[in-house]
């Protein structure tokens, strides 16, 4: 016998609603069910209106960020069972604009991690013909973890300078601006600091780490700031005190 | 003209997955004047493409050759695959993947800083690339973070392309709805690509994500393109057993065994070979998948899986393997595992059974990309060149994402320079589709069948009847009610009437093409009075190549049955053999 548990779900029209609301709904609580499959549970029997994203379910799309009872998870990653006897608050992601219901408009994220310049830049290619650019396993890990990067955006829920200062590129796109700083095939850590280094937000990031808590691919975008402040401030010392050098 | 210039494009792409970035990037690369969209209904880093695991094969060891590949792919397809079209393939698979690694993507490599390979089923030599057992996540990545360098290369995230627009015999754009505002433009544009992936969502137990409805198949269907060998259906051997999660063949690659409820290795009893301690090439564990799913078949019949809640299972054992292997080359399938099954496969083993995967068949494309209609490209899952034949080996469909979404990208550049910019009625278009989904979805005088009633029974058919194994019988059935199911879907209403991000209107479309392509699955499969690769008739147990070493090519007729027709296969160099395994 399943027994039932209580989702209160967070409402917004925005052609028919002056203000958000929320919405109780009483799914069957199976062991086997993720908090997403309660969603679609709902969308199947009970309210088709119910506006939310998702795909994979399998962790690695990033579309279905939640706040679930105030902490953003992914949902298709979070047991049903876990959160008895409910009930459950599921709201949408903090620090972003809702379009309906759950459905948060993401291009600002979109938008700053174009701003970081995330791919190989170089000064000369090498020809196709000549192979692979060799890069040992060593190199390889210097920044395989911040390519685990998702885009679920959790982290900028949780980012409470991103929730003060929308400018703020936030963590993801630093830590994926670092990705390339760190790829040794990559020579634009330049270019890059253009941006990275010019954001008041970086400054005010007090590495509290909320950031990497949430990340659900232990990306760790907190380590990521605090290694590339300590690296800039480095190197604004050496072209202070050693101009001649060319860092 | 004026407010809609916005909306016109030289090349227009629809579906923003590895084959669409790819193609994206050749056409920009082909020529920076071009103006190259990519449409999609998901913004692209959240593409199916994401979820591939396992590898992607390219000829890079001194022991290997592009002649090895080609016979891996041509014998692991049982013949069915147009050999012009592998040689192709394998030939410009290693500069595709160097051109991805020059890119940025994190492969995995040999303590010297070269590319690391591995092997995987069906093939002979180990010349698997992979990045850890995220390769598609990472190669998707790589391409979309890529994209973002080429200005000339414009997006339209969460727009669902619903027409394509044919005008004086040619493709000259698209009608798509704005998800965000509900929004509906006509988009124009000299050449579309469709590269929308597989349609695996017709099927209720797969690894396929939720956007895996096969639009763009429908899409090119009702223009009057055929679709190629749709009874190919691949089964996965190994997906989770509630949830369908893929747990990639790489687990068997590095050495994982399957395993029968006494701990056999059952694989020995379905002529694949001998069951050896370390994994051997074309052998066992590393055999094709249609015959690993078949086996698995077999072995349920004969008594021997386990029996689950959710049906039969068998168990992939990788804890021989130890944790530290596990970690650095498994550490997605312990991920899954852990997060979504609640074991630890390190200490336990893995329950297991045949998922539906992928789509050999697809929309009838030539080597280049182009479909029957003038203006029209498709590459990836979404399109049948035909690299597959009647099974695709593991590891081959993220090269073919590159080599083919590439090559259409060229192509369809090469056709918009050629062309004089289209002139269609924007907003005629706009305004009669709004009104063609209105009447269809919106209004609920007609009746009140639920999409989510007819989902369920398009896929309760479509397993029972177009499964593993398929008989007259079984295909008679469901295509009866596959029948019944799209007279019903004529009176579906829904809910959610608002223009905002109505993703029940997006889902009845889905389902409607969803429905069509299950339409042309079933009578592909029907008229094949045989059995090859994927395709396994109980009344048609053997091969025919006299009558069926061919396509087929399913034509829309409407509101009716699909019209099936036939085209040969190439054959180059590899006369149609026996498949041999374990030898």
């Known amino acids: 016998m399943t027994s039932n548990i209580t989702l209160e779900v967070f409402r917004y029209n925005p052609e028919n609603d002056d203000e958000p609301s929320f919405q109780s709904y009483a799914v069957p609580c199976n062991k086997d069910w993720v908090i997403l499959d309660a969603l679609n549970y709902i969308k ?204 | 003209m004026g407010q809609f210039e ?65 016979y891996d792919t041509i014998s692991g397809g049982d013949w069915m695959c147009d050999q012009d079209a592998v040689e192709a393939f394998v030939r410009e698979a290693t500069e595709e993947m160097i051109q991805l690694e020059h890119w940025g993507c994190p492969w995995s490599r040999e303590d010297n800083g070269s590319i690391a ?47 394509l627009i044919v005008e004086e015999g040619k493709c000259q754009g698209v009608i798509a709805i704005e998800l965000a505002t509900g929004d509906i433009q006509a988009i124009a544009a000299k050449s579309v ?20 409805t096969g639009d763009g198949m429908a899409l090119a269907y009702r223009a009057g393109v055929p679709l190629k060998d749709m009874e190919f259906i691949q089964y996965h051997p190994t997906g989770l057993p509630f949830s369908g999660i893929l747990i990639t063949e790489a687990a068997r690659a590095e050495g994982g065994h399957l395993v029968n409820k006494d701990g056999y290795r059952y694989l020995q009893d379905y002529d694949l070979g001998t069951p050896q301690p370390e994994p051997v090439l074309r052998s066992m564990e590393l055999g094709p998948r249609d015959r690993l799913s078949q086996a698995f078949i077999k072995e349920a019949e004969k008594g021997k899986a386990l029996e689950g809640e959710y049906g039969h299972y068998v168990n992939l054992d990788i804890r021989h393997l130890g944790e530290k292997k596990i970690n650095s080359k498994l550490p997605f399938v312990r991920e899954l595992c852990l997060k979504y099954e609640n074991i630890d496969p390190v200490k336990e083993m893995i329950p297991v059974r045949p998922v539906v995967h992928y ?67 924007h907003l005629g278009y706009a305004v009669a589709e709004r009104k063609r989904l209105n009447d269809q979805y919106l209004d609920t005088k007609k009746g009140d069948e639920k999409l989510s009633v007819i989902r369920k029974e398009m896929h309760k058919t479509m397993e029972e009847g177009a499964g593993i194994y398929r008989t007259e019988d079984s295909l008679k059935k469901s295509q009866k009610v596959i029948t019944e199911l799209r007279e019903r879907f004529k009176k579906v209403s829904i809910e959610d009437h ?86």
């Open chain 2, 359 to 425: 789509m050999m068949g697809g929309i009838h494309t030539d080597i280049n990309g182009a479909t029957t209609l003038p203006g029209l490209y498709a590459a990836g899952e979404t399109a049948c060149v035909s690299i597959n034949g009647a099974n695709r080996l593991g590891s081959n469909s993220l090269t073919e994402l590159l080599v083919f979404g590439a090559r259409a990208g060229k192509s369809a550049a090469e056709n918009a320079k050629k062309q004089a910019a289209p002139k269609i009625d």
């Open chain 1, 44 to 247: 199947d029997n009970l309210d088709g209106t119910l506006s939310f994203r998702w795909s994979c379910r399998m962790g690695v799309c990033g579309s279905c960020g939640m706040m679930i009872n105030g902490t953003p998870v992914l949902t298709c990653a979070k047991f049903l069972k876990d959160y008895l006897p409910g009930p459950i608050r599921i709201e949408p992601m903090e620090h972003f604009p809702v379009v309906k219901d759950l459905i948060i408009e993401m291009s600002d994220f979109v938008d700053k991690l174009k701003r970081v310049k995330p791919y190989i830049i170089r000064k000369e290619e090498q020809p196709l013909s000549e192979g692979e650019y060799l890069q040992t396993p060593a190199q390889l890990a210097a920044y395989k973890q911040y390519s685990m990067c998702i885009n679920c955006m959790l982290c900028y829920s949780a980012c409470p300078v991103y929730g003060l200062e929308p400018e703020f590129l936030g963590p993801a796109a630093i830590a994926l601006g670092q990705r390339y700083n760190l790829d040794s095939r990559d020579q634009g850590k330049k270019e890059r600091e253009d941006v990275i280094s010019q954001d008041d937000g970086i400054w005010q990031c007090t590495f509290v780490g909320e950031c990497s808590a949430v990340c659900p691919k232990d990306v760790d975008p907190a380590g990521a700031i605090q290694r590339y402040k300590v690296e800039s401030t480095t190197n604004w010392w050496k072209s202070v005190l050693m101009p001649w050098s060319d860092k």
């Open chain 2, 117 to 163: 390979v591995r092997p995987f089923g069906g093939m002979k030599i180990k010349r698997t690339w992979f990045a850890s057992d995220k390769t598609g996540f990472h190669m998707l990545h790589t391409l979309y973070q890529t994209s973002l360098k080429y200005d000339p290369i414009q997006r339209y995230d969460e727009w669902y392309v619903t027409q």
């Open chain 2, 6 to 70: 916005k909306y016109s494009h030289d090349v227009l792409i629809v579906g923003g997955g590895g084959a669409g970035l790819r193609a994206a990037i050749a056409v920009a690369e082909a020529d920076p004047n071009l103006n190259v969209a990519v449409i999609s209904k998901v913004y692209p880093m959240r593409s199916h493409t994401v979820a591939a695991e396992g590898g992607a094969a390219a000829v890079i060891k001194q022991d290997d050759s592009m002649d090895l590949h080609a």
């Open chain 2, 498 to 583: 608002s223009l905002a991000f109505n993703t029940e209107l997006i889902a009845a479309i889905e389902l409607s093409n969803m429905l069509e392509i299950a339409d042309t699955i079933i009578h592909s499969a029907l008229n094949r009075k045989e059995s090859r690769g994927s395709h396994q008739r109980t009344d048609y147990k053997e091969r025919d190549d006299k009558k069926f070493l061919a396509h087929s090519l399913a034509y829309s007729t409407g509101e009716g049955s699909p019209k099936i027709d036939y085209l040969p296969v190439t054959i180059t160099k590899w006369p149609p053999g026996e498949r041999v395994y374990g030898k």
């Open chain 2, 193 to 212: 690509i469709i590269t929308t992936g597989g349609c695996g969502k017709v099927f209720p137990f797969t690894t396929n994500a939720n956007i895996k």
